[in-house]
């Protein structure tokens, strides 16, 4: 079974990357997917996160945390980013290691694991889980473009991009870049062609 990392800023196209492996038969895990079940409806961080971040925080109901209210609040500044990371990492990287366990165990295990990982950068637990990491890369004004195109305003994005790790310090982790500042079919295609060049060998 080969994980593979896939990393990269808000706006990078990383989850796009992700999402076209998963196309090509990879099993797709998704941090992002992970942390928000860890703090929604009856998930074990929600009172942790409500306690730090502001018991209004809670929706009604036993619904969980108001994820974009919490957002919000979290991307105010560096500091209290890394303040609700020290919260929900450790439940994202148990959560990730049991599933990688799960699917290790089955009786035909997947060739191929993507993990999409937001904050590769920031969690170095994660590197002892993955055979190698991809960082998808592109330029701030392209970021904040796409990130516009998906209603989100330039004050918050430019808050999220400050909270996360530089491109320059995912390219040092990285074992292969591919810059996204390029059409979404181009992007595709130097996927499609990264994906047969140095995935494929590993797993046939």
């Known amino acids: ?44 961080l929600v009172d942790a996160v409500a306690e730090a971040f502001g018991e209004d925080l809670r929706l009604p109901g036993g619904g969980g945390i108001d994820h974009a209210a919490l957002a919000k609040r979290a991307f105010a500044s560096p500091e209290e980013a890394r303040r609700l990371d020290a919260i929900v990492h450790p439940g994202v990287v148990a959560a990730t290691g049991g599933a990688l366990d799960m699917l290790a165990a089955q009786a035909h295990p997947p060739a191929v694991v993507v993990i999409d990982i937001p904050l590769l950068v920031e969690t170095p637990a994660f590197f002892d889980m993955v055979d190698a990491v991809l960082a998808v890369s592109a330029d701030e004004d392209t970021r904040l473009e796409r990130l516009a195109a998906r209603g989100m305003s330039e004050e918050d994005a430019r808050a999220r991009m400050v909270a996360q790790a530089s491109d320059a310090e995912r390219r040092e982790i990285a074992d292969w870049v591919i810059d996204n500042d390029c059409s979404a079919e181009d992007f595709r295609h130097g996927l499609d062609r990264f994906w047969e060049r140095e995935v494929a060998p590993r797993v046939s």
């Open 1 to 44: 079974m080969y994980v593979l990392a896939v990393t990269g800023g808000i706006g990078s196209g990383k989850s796009t990357a992700a999402r076209l492996f998963g196309e090509r038969g990879a099993v797709v895990i998704d941090l992002d997917d992970l942390a928000k079940g860890l703090t929604g409806p009856s998930g074990p």
